[in-house]
């Protein structure tokens, strides 16, 4: 059974530095694409990054460029991001997700809070 769980989401000063983690069960992540999506209140969800199987390419939104980057453990099987120069529109909850056969699983999705 696939199972994502994320975790490190809080509250934070702008300019500071978060790192979220997504826990997966059921699958090895380096064999499969992971991505981060995140979702403010009023706005639709985005993509702000991923990782490719097996090397490990990542690309990344525009808007998190140079701040964002998106890694694996393989031991861990686990994705993280990690996020710095944070800035108060990065506020959302971030989701890691993962697609088999077509069908996109979901994490419950962590809250990140940007504000001094």
């Known amino acids: 059974q696939v199972q994502l769980v994320e975790s490190g989401g809080g509250l934070v000063q702008p300019g500071g530095s978060l790192r979220l983690s997504c826990a997966a069960s059921g699958f090895i992540v380096s064999s499969r694409t992971m991505k981060w999506y995140r979702q403010a209140p009023g706005n639709e969800r985005g993509l702000v990054a991923s990782?490719?199987?097996?090397?490990?390419?990542?690309d990344y939104a525009d808007s998190v460029k140079g701040r964002f980057t998106i890694s694996r453990d393989d031991h861990k099987n686990t994705v993280y991001l990690q996020m710095n120069a944070l800035k108060p529109k990065d506020t959302a909850v971030y989701y890691c997700?993962?697609?088999?056969?077509?069908?996109?699983?979901w994490g419950q999705g962590t809250q990140v809070n940007v504000s001094s």
């Open positions: 990782i490719s199987p097996d090397e490990g390419t990542t």
């Open positions: 997700t993962v697609t088999f056969f077509g069908y996109q699983y």
